[in-house]
C-alpha cells in the first residue's frame, strides 16, 4: 500500500519564505507530484519529481530524497493568492497515483 | 482550448435515485480517473481507466460504476446513491500514464438526501 504524510495546517506571513513537507511510503516509486487547489476549485499542477534533487520553477522549487522518501515544495516571496491547499501525490505504478491529504497555507499580511 | 469538462456542476438527489456524472477530455488522453474528496481525508481515487473498454477499481470503488466506449469520455455512475456518497468528484486525464500531468474537470458537488 501507499502512505502520504503532510502537516494539515500552515501560516506564512505575505513576502516570506514556506516550505511544505511531504514523507511517503510506497510499493514502487514512479515520481512525486505537487499539485496547488484553491477552496471549491480544481488541482493544479505545480511539479513533479522523479530524480532526486531540486527543480525550480519560478517562486516554486520542489526536492525530492528517494533515499528518504521525503520531498518539499518551497514557496518564496509569498503572496497572498498563494493561500491554498498544496497535494503531495505518489505514482507507485503506471497506474496508480495516491494523493495525501494535503497542506492548507493561509498566507497573513 | 484544451480542458476536461463534468456535468453537473452541482446535484442534489435522493438516495436510490440512479445518477450518472458525465466527464469529457478533449486532448486525446489515454488516462482518466475518478476521484472524490471529503474533508480530512484527501483526495480518493474510484476508479480509472488506461484505454478505452479498460477500467480498473481504485481505492474506494463501492457504490460506484465506470464505462469507457469512447477515448474522450468516461462516465460515473450512482447506480443507488446513499448519503455516504455525498462528496466533491473530479475527474482527470493525462497523457498515457499516472507520470504525466494529471488535468482536472472542473468538480461536481453531490448532495445525496
Known amino acids: 500500500g501507499q502512505n502520504i504524510d503532510q502537516p494539515t495546517e500552515m501560516t506564512a506571513t505575505e513576502g516570506a519564505i514556506v516550505q511544505i513537507n511531504c514523507t511517503y ?26 530524480l532526486d534533487g531540486l527543480e525550480e520553477k519560478g517562486r516554486f522549487s520542489s526536492f525530492l530524497s528517494r533515499s528518504k522518501g521525503y520531498s518539499y515544495l518551497l514557496l518564496k516571496e509569498l503572496q497572498m493568492k498563494d493561500s491554498a491547499s498544496y497535494l503531495c501525490a505518489v505514482t507507485g505504478t503506471a497506474s496508480k497515483l495516491t494523493f495525501g491529504t494535503g497542506t492548507r497555507l493561509q498566507v497573513t499580511l | 482550448e484544451a480542458q476536461v469538462t463534468q456535468n453537473p456542476r452541482y446535484l442534489i438527489t435522493v438516495t436510490g435515485k440512479k445518477l450518472t456524472v458525465t466527464c469529457s ?20 481515487q474510484i476508479y480509472y481507466s488506461m484505454n478505452v473498454e479498460v477500467t480498473d477499481k481504485g481505492d474506494v470503488p463501492e457504490g460506484y460504476k465506470v464505462s469507457r466506449k469512447e477515448k474522450r469520455n468516461f462516465p460515473l455512475i450512482l447506480e443507488s446513491p446513499s448519503p455516504n456518497q455525498t462528496s466533491l468528484y473530479f475527474c482527470a486525464s493525462s497523457l498515457l500514464l499516472t507520470t504525466d500531468t494529471q488535468y482536472f474537470g472542473p468538480g461536481t458537488r453531490l448532495t445525496v438526501l
Open chain 1, 25 to 50: 511510503q510506497t510499493s514502487g516509486f514512479n515520481g512525486l507530484f505537487w499539485y496547488q487547489q484553491h477552496a471549491g476549485e480544481a488541482p493544479t499542477f505545480l511539479s513533479y519529481n522523479v
Open chain 2, 25 to 44: 477530455q478533449n486532448m486525446n488522453h489515454e488516462y482518466m480517473s475518478w476521484y472524490r474528496q471529503d474533508p480530512g481525508l484527501g483526495l480518493r
